[in-house]
C-alpha cells in the first residue's frame, strides 16, 4: 500500500503563494504518475494537476493554467505543488493521488487516486 501525507497548506491573501508537498511511502515512487485534487465546501472533487513518472509536460485544470506548477523529486519521493496567485476560488482542501497502476503509458486522471488526509487551503480576498 502506498501512503500519502500532505502538506503546506495555510490561511492567505489572495494574490499570495504557497507550495504544497506530498510525501509518499510504500511504493517505488518514480514508477507512478501523480497529481493533485481539491475538494471546495459543497462542491465536487475536482483535478488540478498531474504528472508523468516518465517525464514530459505536466497537466493542469485550466482554473490553475498559469498560476499552479506542479512537480517531483523522486530522491525524496515527494510531489510539490506551487501555487502563485491564489484567488478566493483557490480555497479548497487538497489531496495529493497516485496513479492505480506503476509505469503507466499514458496520463488518465482517473486512475488516480487520493491517499492522504488532506492539506486545507484557505484564501481571503
Known amino acids: 500500500q502506498v501512503q500519502l501525507v500532505e502538506s503546506g497548506g495555510g490561511l492567505v491573501q489572495a494574490g499570495d503563494s504557497l507550495r504544497l508537498s506530498c510525501a509518499a511511502s510504500g511504493r517505488t515512487f518514480s514508477y507512478y504518475n501523480m497529481g493533485w485534487f481539491r475538494q471546495a465546501p459543497g462542491k465536487e472533487r475536482e483535478f488540478v494537476a498531474g504528472i508523468r513518472w516518465s517525464g514530459g509536460s505536466p497537466y493542469y485544470a485550466d482554473s490553475v493554467k498559469g498560476r499552479f506548477t506542479i512537480s517531483r523529486d523522486n530522491a525524496k519521493n515527494t510531489v510539490y505543488l506551487q501555487m502563485n496567485s491564489l484567488k478566493p476560488e483557490d480555497t479548497a482542501v487538497y489531496y495529493c493521488?497516485?496513479?492505480?497502476?506503476?509505469?503507466?503509458?499514458?496520463?488518465?486522471?482517473?486512475?488516480?487516486?487520493?491517499g492522504g488526509q488532506g492539506t486545507q487551503v484557505t484564501v481571503s480576498s
Open positions: 493521488a497516485v496513479d492505480r497502476r506503476p509505469r503507466s503509458a499514458s496520463f488518465n486522471e482517473l486512475n488516480l487516486q487520493v
